[in-house]
């Protein structure tokens, strides 16, 4: 069984295995830990916490932001966050 991605009417991420793989994919880049991070993109830390969770999508804006901190291709930041994980 695999989990697939849930894209939204406004094309936000929502799959929290990929959001996962993608906001680790981030730490790997520097930041310490979650608060780190959230600091680096300048969203509240609970921002980080509810994607983590599947709670809440990453938009549109907060992808552009991770594009433009940490250097990575919106091309690839998709790539990881919709790749599908097995059960």
Partial sequence: MTQTTAI??????NNADGNNDLLDTLLAKGPKNDAALARALEVAPPVISKIRHGRLPIGASLLIRMHEVFDVSIRELKRIARAEVPA
């Fill in 8 to 13: 939204t009417p406004y094309g936000s991420l």
